[in-house]
């Protein structure tokens, strides 16, 4: 397939946060992608550690303002961007004041200070990102999406957003990083997903179990059309269920020369 518009949903981007293999990849792979000649479009969460006046973030007021309903609550949408010098690559951030913190209360990563939240933390990521590419009426050919806090997108994609015209023709890839996370999310999770609009059908892979991070990978593989290895060893598990699935998948391409292997990956679909 011919993927000129990428739209990455990514966990951790560098600068941002500090250097890590999938924080770098998360920035070099769309710059990559993108002096290809592709458009891209790339968006993290706004976590409460990242330093919006050292990173020259500022909020876009035309993008912000949307409510978003979790577990029939509201959540306010704010949106915020920065660019990336010198490749002037846009990086758009996920911000709500109940999810992500703010300025120097926040010494981590909210995923790892409020566990608790990180169900309905990744459920209003994804929707966040949904929502706002909508109102950027840009339409993206593959949605490529980076690590577990970005697991959801696939089926959100798959179910939720399918026949949306900003969605309908996107192929969604998704890239198994070793980023475990210990414990289950919230033992409410499947109620408060079905009250988004899924059926039990849809939720079969992590019914009837607490959602750890090999359920939440396996349910990303169920409903992506390609899986990447983005690290060079993963879960052996989670690599089984993938050749069990069929579905295409490329090998750890290696830390040189990727972005050719990503984008011949990427036409493959």
């Not at 709500?96 to 913190?101: G, H």
């Not at 949904?130 to 994609?157: F, M, N």
Request: some cysteine; proline content about 6%; aromatic content about 10%.
């Amino acid at each position: 397939m011919e993927t000129n518009k990428v739209l990455y949903i990514s966990q951790e981007i560098t600068p941002y946060l500090p250097d890590s293999p999938m924080a770098e990849l998360s920035q070099k792979l769309p710059q990559g992608i993108q002096e290809k000649g592709n458009e891209v479009r790339t968006f993290m969460p706004k976590y409460g550690c990242i330093k919006e006046r050292r990173n020259q973030l500022h909020e876009v007021i035309r993008l912000s303002g949307l409510n978003i309903v979790i577990d029939d609550s509201d959540h306010p949408l704010i949106i915020k961007v920065a660019t990336l010098q010198p490749a002037r690559m846009q990086v758009y951030f996920i911000d709500n004041e109940d999810y992500f913190l703010r300025g120097q209360t926040a010494k981590d990563l909210e995923t790892r200070l409020s566990p608790e939240d990180n169900d309905e933390r990744i459920m209003f990521y994804v929707r966040g990102v949904a929502e706002t590419v909508k109102k950027l009426r840009w339409d993206p050919t593959l949605v490529h999406c980076s690590g577990w806090v970005s697991a959801l997108a696939p089926i959100y994609l798959k179910k939720i957003y399918v026949e949306d015209p900003a969605f309908q023709n996107a192929k969604v890839v998704y890239s198994l990083f070793d980023d475990k996370f210990e414990g289950t999310l919230d033992e409410r999770m499947m109620e408060k997903l079905k009250l988004e609009g899924f059926s039990d059908k849809d939720l079969a892979s992590i019914a009837g179990n607490p959602v750890d991070w090999k359920a939440l990978n396996k349910l990303a593989i169920d409903y992506s059309d390609g899986i990447i290895q983005a690290s060079p060893e993963i879960d052996p598990e989670l690599k089984e269920y993938i050749e069990k699935s069929g579905k295409k998948f490329l090998p750890y391409p290696g830390e040189e020369g990727y972005v050719d292997k990503y984008a011949e990956f990427y036409a493959q679909l």
